[in-house]
């Protein structure tokens, strides 16, 4: 029979898993407190959380949710990065941190009701952010909508050229 302190904490990772778009496992084993401090940090600015929970409760979680349990990533300690509205900034944030530390291991996780892998995840941080992406858009209709008033221009401006050279023709005869 689960005790009270696994049930509270049960139902806080069920509030952490509703509404996340993206959750992240990663293994710190190794990171000194100063190290994990500063992966909250970066995970924080990404618009993510970062937590530790057993995994026998994060299991139940995922098999109360329906969704898949990763039981082949809920070995050894593990830290969940529960990722909001942008996924690949929290997913960049975890791969930058990984680079330039060797000890944290990035697990895989879920995205979308669906286990990804490592690499899948490491794929998903590499994608231009939220701002890139809307920028890009932004400049791709900027440019259509520059094409088209210089389209539409040139049609005014073609037939006055032509009106001018007939009546120059006109003239000279």
């Given at each position: 029979m689960p005790n009270a302190q696994n049930k509270e904490m049960l139902s806080n990772i069920q509030a952490d898993l509703d509404g996340v778009?993206?959750?992240?496992v990663v293994d710190y084993r190794g990171?000194?407190?100063?190290e994990v401090e500063v992966l909250r940090?970066?995970?924080?600015?990404?618009?993510?959380?970062?937590k530790v929970y057993k995994n026998t409760l994060m299991h139940l979680a995922l098999k109360q949710a329906d969704l898949p349990t990763l039981d082949d990533m809920l070995k050894g300690p593990s830290a969940f990065i529960f990722?909001?509205?942008?996924?690949?900034?929290a997913a960049k944030a975890v791969k930058e941190?990984?680079?330039?530390?060797?000890?944290?291991e990035i697990?895989?996780?879920l995205m979308e009701g669906a286990a990804v892998t490592p690499a899948e995840v490491e794929a998903i941080a590499s994608l231009p952010s939220r701002e890139e992406l809307m920028a890009k858009i932004a400049g791709a209709i900027s440019g259509v909508a520059r094409g088209l008033a210089v389209a539409l221009n040139g049609?005014?401006?073609g037939l006055a050229q032509v009106t001018k050279a007939v009546a120059d023709q006109k003239e000279a005869a």
């Open positions: 778009t993206a959750v992240w990171l000194t407190v100063k940090g970066a995970v924080r600015e990404a618009g993510a959380t970062m990722a909001g509205n942008d996924v690949a900034a941190f990984a680079k330039t530390n060797d000890k944290l697990k895989g996780g049609v005014p401006s």
